[in-house]
């Protein structure tokens, strides 16, 4: 088979398992209180980032992340003419999780908004929009935090991603690549959740957030899933996390590279 097409493959299937355990968890907590705190929502992200780089390493490199994806390019790791199909196997896997995701969960998210009078496409519906994009300050913490900025999410998701794609560098060094590589990256997603998410949600990764925000859109949730500011969805949840992954990529690219070769 056509290495391109095994690439997209296994980037549609890694991201799709991550949307579908990590969103999946978000939505359980919302709809049925399934869960105690934010560890064990972050626990299920560690379950599903885990097994989406198992399921999807046969395939291609398992970046199933745009920020990972760019920050190996500019680092060297990966090709130019391989990004495309890398990122495009990312956004449609999201996409097309968040659409399973709803097919399974659409009614009893109707029946929630129906009991909590919460009419879809209105702005108080972020509370239902949130369990597919990203928004800050998190909707679930509303009691605790009334707001956040623009710059405050921007820098969670900013410093969040550069710890993450940190670590993956060191990860994937062929003296520390080990069987438990997947694990250890999923622990890190977990981590990371557990400090940021009640900001920013703790997404880390644009097509995490964009594929599931876009169907949300589609969905009924309209401007709903891109709320004020105007665009701030692209600064905090796009560019925030692909800058956040260049930056250590920069760092290794002159430091370090030396050491992976």
Known sequence: MNK??????GEFIGTFIIVFFGCGSVISATLFESFNGLFQVAFVW???VTLAIYSAKSYSNAHLNPAVSIAMLIAGKMKL???PHHLLGQFLGAFASAGVLYFIYGGFITEYE???HIVRGDVNSVITASMFGEFFPNPGFSGIIKSASEWEA?????FGTFLLVYM???LIHPKNESQYTP???GMTVGGLICLLAPISQGGFNPARDFGPRLFSYFAGWGDAAFPAPSYSFLTVYILG???GGIAPAVIFKLFHNEKFT
Do not use: D, R, V, Y
């Not at 921007?154 to 900013?158: K, L, N, T, Y």
């Open 81 to 83: 003419k391989q990004l």
């Open 168 to 170: 993956i560098f060191w």
């Open 241 to 243: 996390p692909i800058l």
């Open 114 to 116: 129906l009991t909590h």
């Open 154 to 158: 921007f820098g969670a998701e900013f």
């Open 46 to 48: 560690i379950i599903g």
């Open 4 to 9: 391109s097409l095994l690439e997209f493959i």
């Open 183 to 185: 694990l250890l990256i």
